[in-house]
């Protein structure tokens, strides 16, 4: 059964960092796959965060996140990592990691994998 667990999630202050990790099992190999996070805050849509691309690992972010947020994988642990430094109150969402068999996709409905998010919540 595949599986996709977030962890790294907590209350932070503003400025802070953190870094989220996903860890994949149950024979999802991560590099066959296009890997992004998402993240969900309250009363809002899921949002796409960062994603990493099917063939070439070509990383592509959400404009609220871009150069604040790093995403990065090791395919020898089959693990999925975002940074995000400079954290404001806006990031405050639970983070989902998720698998797309599809590619370069921002789109939620490409996804067919998702763990089952970590919060992420900052004060001002």
């Known amino acids: 059964q595949v599986q996709l667990v977030e962890s790294g999630g907590g209350l932070v202050q503003a400025g802070d960092s953190l870094r989220l990790s996903c860890t994949v099992s149950?024979?999802?190999?991560?590099?066959?796959?296009?890997m992004s996070w998402f993240r969900q805050a309250p009363g809002k849509e899921r949002e796409f965060v960062a994603g990493?691309?099917?063939?070439?690992?070509?990383?592509y972010y959400a404009n609220s996140v871009t150069g604040r947020a790093t995403i990065s994988r090791d395919n020898a642990k089959n693990m999925v990592y975002l940074q995000m430094n400079i954290l404001k109150p806006d990031d405050t969402a639970v983070y989902y990691c998720a698998a797309s068999m599809t590619g370069s996709t921002a789109t939620a409905a490409d996804y067919n994998y998702w763990g089952q998010g970590t919060q992420v919540t900052v004060s001002s």
């Open positions: 149950g024979g999802l190999i991560i590099s066959k796959y296009a």
């Open positions: 990493l691309s099917l063939k070439t690992a070509r990383t």
